[in-house]
């Protein structure tokens, strides 16, 4: 998850092993499955990565690769980094995926450029080598994400050299992905004094502030066409919740426990919310039609967990629940061709903490 996901994971983890240790050997045995039979969209599932923490994996163009995020300590890693792999030649159970980032600071939000020959992503390794201290959440604190205001956006080639620095603002560049139609970045900054979306062409140039409303807007998408956004958003609106908002923002920290999807136009005009389901609602990412959005939510999930995928129309109607798994779903991305769904999960992991990418045919 952009934005420290794993400890959001751990978070969930620490809840679910206390909440374990009442269930039954039955619901230990389902929490082990690979697929559910109320499944329906998925078929063929499998999976693709056996332990550590990976997520947020993108296709690239042409369907053939993978891009990720992962901090898979048996690769030799301490904090989040980038690393790509060809879906019909790599084995992650066996090999070591291609590193893209440069193995220094903190990684995140990484997508492949038009071509498939590189891949921009975010790091903190221009403010320090060395991973970013964690916020220790003290007894009463809130659950917060860190925000740190080392992430600028780069570009990589597939050998892992930068080619192209898109950021140098002091404060957070991250959560960058790529129109289909190759021409535009969406990213989010705090450049404003908030956490708002920009735009800018696939070069860096023609930054825009398209979001303006005071609260959290991140994790955006593009439509098919090129021609919308959807993104997650949070939106205090009380004295007592803009407050907090904001005292939290100053430490660098954001709340995700309360999160809506919203929908614009590429330009930020036609700004339509299209949940109101409460808890968190994020992760979204447009079906191939363009007339649906799949993405993660705990709002049917009274202890904060679990975690599924859900699909609804931009209109904001017909929410149906596609996965059912027992801890964690998200992060889902149709390929660029429909035909497979790609998301990160704690099924089938025995029941501990590693988060891993599955992939599946989808149908509708």
Known sequence: MRLNLFLFIITLFFIACNQEKSNTNESSLERSKIYYNQ????????????GGDNAEAYFSFDNNKVV???????????????????????NLFVEKPTLISTGKGRTTCSYFLPGDTSILYASTHLGSNNCPKKHERKEGDPYAWAIYDDYDIFISNLNGNIIDTLTDYSGYDAEATVSPKG????????????????TMDINGKNITQITNTLGYDGGAFFSPDGEKIIFRASRPNTEEEIKKYKDLLAKGLVEPTKMELFICNIDGSNLTQITDLGNANWAPFFHPSGEKVI????????????????????TGKNLQQITFDYVFDAFPMFSPDGKKLIFSSNRNNGGGRATNLFIADWKD
């Open 39 to 50: 499944e329906v969209n998925l078929h063929n599932i499998k999976q693709l990565t056996n």
């Open 68 to 90: 990720f995020q992962s901090n898979n300590e048996k690769w030799g890693l301490s904090c989040d980094q980038i690393f790509y792999f060809n879906l019909s030649m790599d």
């Open 183 to 198: 021409d535009k970045i969406v990213f989010t900054s705090t450049r404003s004094g908030d956490l708002e979306l920009f």
């Open 295 to 314: 993405f993660s939510s705990n709002h049917a999930s009274p202890e904060g967990f679990p975690f599924n995928l859900y699909i609804i129309d931009i």
